[in-house]
């Protein structure tokens, strides 16, 4: 008898990773005609990295900082090559020829493919899982808002479970390079909290495979794949060495690591630094995103707490009519409740959408965690509660509390909801193993009536309950609706309350009744095929289609064809003003910027054409934010001043002789008392810690004085408290980000403050008197400052961290490894699969095990 080819016995999956492009395409079908998504968040990072782009653009070479952002922070953790990171490369210049979006949930689906088929599933059911996986509403929303990074690392992580899984089930160095490769595209994802969510699951797999092996007399297997994890593991860390290394650094400089204030520095607002902080983020900045326990029916039921922030109504709305009858534009009314209405009534401050896991997918994963046998089913189960448990975050306070402070790391990150991404993986998981399972071990309809009924229960019935009952579950209310309709509406606000509440009680209902006929669909389905009724090959489409619509039709309430414009309108992020063309007419050196049109440390806008005092990024530095938070208010004027902040943006007035008439657009208005790059100051205050420093920043006089941490005592020397420099001058020659040159002309000895951020004085920026290296310091809490001997001076920084250099030569020797290691492995596998026949998937679990007993004597199909 022939046996099958290797073409042959691939075309299965072949075909089913084919269809999954096309499904992706269908969804993001605008990407053909030449459109894409404009994604806010992808924006923003574009507006930051501006400035070195231009720069490496004119030179040829990417500067090392930027001084677009805060004021100054290293370019490396907003735009950076890496010469050296050849896995991440190659495989995105493969990714790179798909149809963009398509391509971000193609990986998700791709990797999920790979892990289920590893796991033992069909083509038909692995597919399955992998549209289940992509489309899960949580990751579309996260797409449509640009959290591309996050939507890798979801896809890379499936990849990543597929390679632990078939290390410790003995074949080791297959696991072992499948987890290398996909590790290094996970660090090449660069969204570090997802990576750390989806360890904490591996962690438990290990956990609990591991008692199985042991238990099997099968320790030796389970030391054997973790060794040869742990080295493909250190391989792959080791392609990214560079920006683990450097991340590393970088993350104790933050916000995410210690802060030096305690509770005694309290600024106007009463917001004080935390006294109890080991470092990592302070607790309710870590936990305001917090998904609530019932909000996370949402998984079932998505409208269960009205959907997304804004919009999802129409005109047959409740909050359409009131807004009609009181004499509302009917179209300006339309566009208020598609766009605008506030329908998500839960506790987070804002959502795109909700966490939808899929009604029919639910239904299925129940029923699987009645028959999948073995350790598998134990860890699908314990990864996704893990999961929904971290994404509860405050409302958990018992249990992610004792984790944030005793988990290493854990405390860097924020927004724990993320985890619900990843909850939605072991739920597709569970849900296709559980219909394989009943495929492998032909059970039958007795077998299987108490699971279904049970599994019906927990989904059908509680939707159904929520859809009949659910009025009297829940308020429908948001504390401050109020407040926020009155600023439109005025008196008539609780008028539009009503009309909310009305309108969230009616989205609620017909969602839930939404999700009781497609489960009812799926069971049918799957009743007829334990029934015989229908034979496989009508079953899986079927049931396919089913889970597919489900989602599909929920997550194109959120990211659909209106969503996706122009390349050509997203490559033109932020369109200049007249007050950014005035302010762009000053070709002066290295002066600054605030944008008072937005929240100025919430936006990158400024950053796309000026160097701003603001921006965002989440990792930006510590004791600039803490600079921001508590001296800013209190002392404005000079701290502008001291940050060279020659210009101040600010909204257009309204007319109030014709209220009706749009505001005027923005001016740039010049501050005339600003330092400039660099001054000479008159009295220099040392005190004894950051408390007092903070204390005295609330109320310096910036142009004359400067106050210095007395741990740079040696770099003053014998500098005395006062001097005068009248007459002495210092100008900025040069400017480019991470290199900065002056020339200084002092008649005597003294103290130079420069507008520039103090980041790691005489390790990674360098400062040098006359071409010879020379010592600086921190000043005014957050500056460089530096003593300048008297006479004339070329004064110059460079930034030139040691670490890039080092993590260079760790990237190119560990790529080089692990693209060995992975030819190698498939290589010898090549070998033999040309000299072996074909073979089964290794089953998930012993063959022995027997999940479901019989409800009666009924004989198997």
């Known amino acids: 008898m022939n046996q099958p080819t290797l073409f042959q016995r691939l075309r299965p999956h072949l075909i089913a990773v084919l269809a999954l492009l096309v499904l992706a395409i269908i969804y993001f079908s605008p990407v053909l005609s030449g459109k894409t998504l404009s994604m806010g968040d992808v924006q923003q990072a574009s507006a930051s990295a501006r400035e070195i782009r231009e720069i490496t653009k004119e030179t040829g070479e990417k500067p090392l900082w930027t001084d677009a952002v805060f004021s100054g922070m290293p370019g490396y953790m907003i735009d950076y090559n890496y010469p050296y990171i050849l896995i991440y490369k190659a495989v995105m210049s493969v990714v790179n020829v798909l149809p963009n979006t398509a391509s971000i949930v193609f990986i998700v689906m791709l990797s999920m493919y790979i892990l289920l088929v590893v796991m033992g599933c069909n083509a038909w059911l692995s597919a399955l899982g992998a549209a289940a996986y992509g489309f899960g509403t949580f990751g579309i929303v996260s797409l449509e808002a640009g959290h591309v990074s996050k939507l890798f690392a979801m896809g890379y992580g499936a990849g990543m479970l597929a390679g632990v899984i078939l290390a410790l089930r003995g074949r080791y160095w297959v696991g072992a390079a499948l987890m290398g490769l996909f590790l290094s595209m996970e660090f090449g994802a660069n969204h570090i909290q997802i990576t750390y969510y989806l360890f904490m699951t591996i962690g438990l797999y290990v956990l609990i495979e591991g008692i199985a092996l042991i238990r099997a007399g099968k320790g030796r297997q389970l030391a054997l794949g973790l060794a040869t994890l742990a080295i493909a593991g250190g391989l792959a860390a080791g392609s990214f060495g560079k920006r683990l290394l450097i991340l590393n650094q970088y993350t104790k ?81 339309k566009q208020m409740a598609e766009l605008g209405a506030p329908t998500y009534w839960g506790d987070q401050p804002i959502l795109g959408g909700p966490a939808y896991a899929g009604a029919a997918l639910l239904f299925l994963f129940a029923l699987g965690m009645f028959v999948i046998p073995g350790a598998i089913r134990w860890w699908l189960l314990s990864a996704a509660a893990l999961m929904i448990m971290l994404a509860w975050g405050k409302n958990l306070l018992f249990f992610n509390e ?82 926020m309709l009155s600023r439109y509406f005025g008196e008539a606000a ?77 490559a033109t992020i932020f369109e200049p003003t007249s007050a950014d063309q005035q302010i762009l007419q000053d070709k002066s050196l290295g002066f600054r910027v605030m944008d008072q049109t937005e929240s100025f440390m919430e936006s990158n806008r400024a950053s796309y054409f000026h160097r701003s005092i603001g921006g965002y990024n989440t990792t930006r530095l510590r004791r600039y934010n803490e600079l921001m938070t508590f001296a800013l208010q209190p002392n404005f004027l000079n701290i502008l001043n001291m940050l060279n902040a020659k210009y101040v943006i600010r909204p257009g007035e309204s007319n109030p002789a014709n209220p009706q008439q749009a505001p005027a657009g923005p001016i740039a208005l010049p501050n005339p008392s600003v330092l400039g790059a660099a001054w000479f100051v008159k009295t220099v205050q040392q005190v004894n810690n950051a408390d007092e420093e903070m204390a005295v920043m609330q109320k310096l006089s910036t142009r004359d004085s400067a106050v210095v941490d007395k741990r740079f005592a040696h770099e003053l020397g014998n500098l005395p408290a006062t001097m005068d420099h009248t007459g002495s001058t210092i100008e900025l020659t040069s400017y480019r980000p991470d290199k900065l040159i002056y020339q200084a002309n002092a008649v005597r000895d003294g103290l130079v403050v420069f507008s520039e951020v103090y980041y790691r004085g005489h390790e990674d920026w360098q400062a040098f008197i006359d071409g010879k290296p020379a010592p600086h310091l921190r000043a005014n809490y957050a500056l460089r400052a530096m003593r300048v001997p008297a006479g004339k001076h070329t004064i110059e920084f460079r930034f030139e961290p040691p670490l890039a250099k080092t993590g260079d030569m760790i990237d190119l020797i560990c790529n080089v490894l692990l693209i060995g290691l992975i030819g190698f492995v498939a290589f010898k596998e090549g070998r033999t699969q040309r000299t072996e026949p074909a073979s089964a998937p290794e089953p998930t679990v012993p063959p022995t095990s027997e999940p479901v007993k019989p409800a009666s004597k009924a004989k198997t199909r």
């Not at 009536?449 to 509680?462: C, D, M, Y």
């Not at 969230?504 to 049918?524: E, H, K, T, W, Y």
């Not at 989602?551 to 309108?569: E, G, H, I, T």
């Open 253 to 333: 400089e933050t916000i995410r690591g210690q802060s030096e204030l305690t509770a005694k520095t309290t600024n106007p607002d009463g917001k004080t630094p935390s006294s109890e902080s080991k470092g990592g983020l302070d607790k309710d900045y870590a936990f305001l995103y917090s998904y609530g326990k019932a909000e996370t029916l949402t998984l079932l039921v998505p409208n269960v707490y009205g959907g997304g922030s804004a919009g999802g109504l129409t005109t047959d709305s409740e909050f359409y009519k009131a807004m009609t009858s009181r004499g509302v534009d009917p179209a300006s009314a």
């Open 402 to 483: 004792l984790l944030f402070d005793n988990l290493p790391y854990l405390n860097k990150f924020r927004a724990m909801t993320m985890a619900l991404c990843l909850a939605q993986l072991f739920l597709a998981a569970g849900a296709v193993l559980g219909i394989q399972t009943i495929v492998n071990q032909k059970l039958t309809l007795a077998q299987l009536r108490q699971p279904l009924l049970i599994s019906l229960g927990l989904t059908a019935g509680v939707a159904l309950i929520l859809a009949v009952l659910g009025g009297t579950f829940f308020t429908f209310q948001k504390p401050n609706d109020v407040d």
């Open 494 to 570: 609780k008028d539009f309350q009503a009309a909310l509440i009305s309108d969230r009680q009616s989205m609620l209902r017909s969602d839930a009744f939404r999700s009781v006929i497609l489960i009812l669909l799926a069971a049918g389905t799957l009743w007829l095929f334990l029934t015989n009724k229908i034979k496989a090959v009508v079953f899986y489409p079927i049931l396919s289609a089913i889970v597919i619509f489900d989602l599909f039709s929920v997550d194109k309430r959120f990211l659909n064809n209106a969503d996706f414009v122009p390349k050509a309108q997203v």
